[in-house]
C-alpha cells in the first residue's frame, strides 16, 4: 500500500531554514505529483505548492514564492520542501500528500497524505 | 486567487442526522471539487473528489453534489466517528489550489 513518512519535528530560529523530507513507498513516484500542505496551530489548510518528478516541475502559490522550493529525488523516492527566511508565522504542521498532474501543472485530489512535520520557529 | 467559502463554520449535530455542509467558489470551477475529513492530530482524509465521486473505502453515507460554484457534502447519517473538520478544495486553478476554511462537526 502506498505510504508517505515524513521526517521528523523541527525547531528553527527565526531567519533560518527548514526543509522537510518526504518519502514514498508502496506505488509508483514518477506517476503522481507530490504537494506541500501546512497546517498552522488551530487553522485551515493551506497549499503551498507541488512537484511532479517525472519532469522536475515545481508549481508554487504566490504566497510562497521566492521562500520555497520544492525538489524530488526519483531514485530515493523522495520529494523535499525547502522553506527560508522563517518567521513565527510559519510555525505550523507541514504535510506532503500525492495528487495527479495535468501537463506540467501539479493537481488535486490528494488521496495519500504524510504523518505530518511540526515546524516550530522560535527565538 | 478563486475562492472557497464553507457554511457552516461549525455545526452540532446527533448521531444518526443528516448533515449538509456547503461549499462555494468565488468564480466557476467546473466540477475539479474535493472533499476531506481531519480529526484532531491526523492528516485529512479524502472523502469525495470531482465534486460527487466516492473515494475508494469510504462509507457509502458520504455523498457530495453540485458543479460550478456551489457544491455540497451530506452525510446521510451520522456515525460517532465522523466528528470531525470537513475542508473542501479546487485543484481547478493549478497554480492556485484553495482549500475552504473548514466546517467542524460537533456532537450536540
Known amino acids: 500500500q502506498v505510504q508517505l513518512v515524513q521526517s521528523g519535528a523541527e525547531v528553527k530560529k527565526p531567519g533560518s531554514s527548514v526543509k522537510v523530507s518526504c518519502k514514498a513507498s508502496?506505488?509508483?513516484?514518477?506517476?503522481?505529483?507530490i504537494s506541500w500542505v501546512r497546517q498552522a496551530p488551530g487553522q485551515g489548510l493551506e497549499w503551498m505548492g507541488g512537484?511532479?518528478?517525472?519532469?522536475?516541475?515545481?508549481n508554487y502559490a504566490q504566497k510562497f514564492q521566492g521562500r520555497v522550493t520544492i525538489t524530488a529525488d526519483e531514485s530515493t523516492s523522495t520529494a523535499y520542501m525547502e522553506l527560508s527566511s522563517l518567521r513565527s508565522e510559519d510555525t505550523a504542521v507541514y504535510y506532503c500528500?500525492?495528487?495527479?498532474?495535468?501537463?506540467?501543472?501539479?493537481?488535486?485530489?490528494?488521496?495519500?497524505w504524510g504523518q505530518g512535520t511540526l515546524v516550530t520557529v522560535s527565538s | 486567487d478563486i475562492q472557497m467559502t464553507q457554511s457552516p463554520s461549525s455545526l452540532s449535530a446527533s448521531v444518526g442526522d443528516r448533515v449538509t455542509i456547503t461549499c462555494r467558489a468565488s468564480?466557476?470551477?467546473?466540477?475539479?471539487l474535493n472533499w476531506y475529513q481531519q480529526k484532531p492530530g491526523k492528516a485529512p482524509k479524502l472523502l469525495i473528489y470531482a465534486a460527487s465521486s466516492l473515494q475508494s473505502g469510504v462509507p457509502s453515507r458520504f455523498s457530495g453534489s453540485g458543479s460550478g460554484t456551489d457544491f455540497t457534502l451530506t452525510i446521510s447519517s451520522l456515525q460517532p466517528e465522523d466528528f470531525a473538520t470537513y475542508y473542501c478544495?479546487?485543484?481547478?486553478?493549478?497554480?492556485?489550489?484553495?482549500f475552504g476554511q473548514g466546517t467542524r462537526l460537533e456532537i450536540k
Open positions: 508502496g506505488g509508483t513516484f514518477s506517476s503522481y505529483a
Open positions: 512537484i511532479i518528478p517525472i519532469f522536475g516541475t515545481a
Open positions: 500528500a500525492r495528487g495527479d498532474y495535468g501537463g506540467n501543472s501539479v493537481l488535486g485530489p490528494f488521496d495519500y
Open positions: 468564480q466557476s470551477i467546473s466540477s475539479y
Open positions: 478544495q479546487q485543484s481547478y486553478s493549478t497554480l492556485r489550489i484553495t
